[in-house]
């Protein structure tokens, strides 16, 4: 088993009206583009609960983009790459105004 210590995480909406659109982009493209880039190893897309919300919520999406222990610096590099090279196809549902945070585990408690 991967030792997960650092995640990218993601902030997204979907342009008003294309959430099937977004949710087809990330699922079929983007997520495993990302996880076959080193240092990658799994990405989950998370959608708000709507009765969660408690009004408007700022995001809609989240994802998180694991990364293995050890291999930050290489997801960053293969990370700026891609974009650089601009090989990150970006879906049209995609609402401007996302947001990404590299988050370090700091616990873990299963049960």
């Known amino acids: 088993m991967t030792t997960i210590r650092n995640a990218l995480v993601v902030f997204s909406n979907a342009v008003d009206g294309q959430a099937d659109e977004l949710t087809a982009w990330y699922d079929d493209v ?14 989950t897309r998370m959608q708000l609960e709507p009765f969660d919300a ?3 919520a700022p995001w809609q999406f989240m994802v998180i983009y694991e990364v293995a222990g050890g291999r930050l610096e290489e997801a960053k ?4 790459r891609m974009r650089a090279e601009r090989k990150v196809p970006i879906s049209p549902s995609l609402a401007p105004g996302s947001r990404g ?3 370090s585990v700091q616990a873990i408690h299963e049960s």
């Open 30 to 43: 983007h997520l495993p583009e990302i996880v076959e880039l080193e240092g990658f190893t799994r990405a």
């Open 77 to 80: 590099a293969a990370l700026a």
């Open 101 to 103: 945070y590299w988050y």
């Open 54 to 56: 408690g009004g408007k």
